[in-house]
């Protein structure tokens, strides 16, 4: 008899209240976690510094993936100036993967 109904229905209530609660903290901190990795992958685009590539009388750039991996093509116009491929690796950096032996290249 230590309960009686006004006593369990304000019970009862309270933890419903106390169950929205939880639950809007918990779609809150979903929302501020969301927000932390959009934050965090715009803070990487950041840090990551234009790259220079040394080329000799480029005439034309061509960006290709294959299997998932991303190259740049470079026709490279002189006589004697190799054309050449880069490779993009994990750290988003450029780096030479196959030259190519051309004499005048215009287009890829």
């Not at 590539?53 to 740049?72: C, E, K, P, V």
Request: glycine share 4%; aromatic share 12%; charged share 10%.
């Amino acid at each position: 008899d230590c309960f009686n109904s006004t006593t369990l229905s304000g019970l009862l209530d309270l933890i419903q209240q106390q169950d929205s609660t939880i639950r809007q903290q918990e779609l809150a901190i979903q929302q501020q976690q969301e927000l932390v990795q959009q934050l965090q992958s715009v803070l990487c685009y950041v840090a990551i510094a234009p790259q220079s590539i040394l080329t000799q009388s480029a005439r034309d750039w061509a960006y290709f993936s294959i299997n998932g991996s991303s190259y740049l093509a470079v026709a490279n116009s002189g006589f004697d100036d190799n054309s050449a491929i880069y490779q993009w690796t994990s750290s988003s950096v450029a780096v030479l993967f196959q030259s190519i032996r051309t004499h005048g290249a215009y287009d890829w």
